[in-house]
């Protein structure tokens, strides 16, 4: 799944947009047709002013200016039918609308501008995001893979969750992790965690060496462990959890060191099995303060079988009860068409669960189904 697709949201925006349009006309409407009918005593005039004012919050200069002349002209229309154009208040109320109607336009014109500065940042974020993250390969040896990540920015598409997969020559290789923070600071520490595994996943002959390499590289990293708010010399803003996998291609099973993460979830026919580790290691990044021995424990993978990794921005999402998503009693109602439909089942069924499709943390999913011997 493209994290750079199209947003619903930004659609959705697009046609509200459109059918917010006809609130200005039909406020002008209104106004004119009541003012042409109301007693000598009464002047309506200034409420005209509010249909350029709502327009220039959702509509560029150009409507906005269109819909500010539409006033104008209907001021024109009421002051012809009701007096005179030489009548002072309505004069002043034609000269008051004039203006008003410029300067809303202008405002509407710098709106635009840091709107189009806006979608350039947002097309470096995803552009960044889609360099860090690579797109998974759909089928890896024996097994069929589908990725998704969710950005709690609806716009941004970019933040601090991560996976990658690799090959050696009889297995595959799988990471997913989070790092601590969001934004480009996260994509930074993102990046040496995805380079350090692409550099060493094929060369380090097991799997704890494998994870010893990442350890080392967080660690080398000179801007981890630079003061945060738990104070000077605080680790807070430099580590990742992180849950690295090794597949055979030709045993039906696969070993899992788990660096402080939500433990993976193996799916196998109607059953939801959780794949937690005797020995959790802590989070890469923080050797220096406690022991980081790392430990592969192994576990059944049967063709069929399917993998559901994921970050806590997935369990961590609450509906408007506060209730957490409970993603094994609704991954166990998967369809049973490959790890592409799982994902999108729990996609749509996770953004349903939020209030409003809004997430409070980055998220990621990769699901790795076995298919049977090496393609």
């Given amino acids: 799944m493209d994290p750079s697709a199209t947003s619903p949201r930004t659609s959705r925006l697009r046609e509200s947009r459109a059918a917010l349009l006809s609130v200005p006309f039909a406020l002008i409407a209104v106004v004119t047709a009541v003012d042409v009918l109301a007693p000598p005593e009464v002047h309506l005039g200034p409420f005209l002013v509010a249909a350029p004012a709502l327009t220039a919050s959702f ?148 799997l704890p060496g494998l994870v010893g390499y990442l350890e080392a590289a967080v660690s080398a990293d000179p801007d981890r462990g630079a003061d945060g708010p738990g104070g000077p010399g605080r680790p807070e803003e430099g580590f990742t959890t992180a849950a690295v996998l090794d597949v055979p291609d030709g045993e039906p099973s696969l070993r899992v060191v788990s660096c402080g993460h939500p433990p993976p979830l193996l799916l196998r026919g109607g059953r939801v099995v959780t794949l937690q580790v005797d020995h959790p290691a802590p989070p890469l990044g923080l050797s220096e303060f406690m022991d980081a021995g790392f430990a592969a424990q192994s576990f059944p993978f049967e063709p069929g079988d399917v993998i559901l990794l994921y970050t806590d921005g997935v369990i961590e999402a609450r509906d408007a009860s506060g209730a957490f998503y409970p993603l094994s009693e609704r991954a166990a109602d998967r369809p049973g068409d490959g790890p592409q439909a799982l994902l999108r089942h729990l996609c749509a069924d996770l953004l349903a669960h939020t209030p409003d499709g809004f997430l409070g943390d980055d998220a990621a999913m990769v699901a790795i189904e076995r298919v049977g011997r090496p393609s």
Avoid: C, W
Wanted: hydrophobic share 50%.
């Fill in 59 to 206: 509509a560029g200069p150009r409507t906005t200016g269109f819909v500010g002349a539409a006033a104008v002209l209907a001021q024109v229309a009421v002051a012809v039918a009701r007096t005179s154009l030489t009548d002072l208040n309505h004069t002043f109320q034609i000269i008051a609308l004039v203006l008003i109607s410029v300067f809303v336009t202008f405002f509407a014109h710098l709106r635009q501008t840091h709107e189009r500065q806006l979608t350039r940042l947002r097309s470096v974020a995803v552009a960044a995001q889609q360099v860090v993250l690579r797109p998974l390969r759909d089928r890896m040896g024996p097994l069929r893979i589908a990725s998704v990540y969710l950005s709690a920015e609806a716009e941004a598409q970019i933040g601090g969750d991560l996976y990658a997969a690799a090959r050696t020559a009889d297995s595959t290789r799988l990471i997913i992790g989070d790092v601590r923070g969001k934004g480009l600071d996260a994509v930074g520490d993102a990046s040496i965690v995805l380079g350090a595994f692409r550099a060493a996943a094929h060369l380090e002959r097991d």
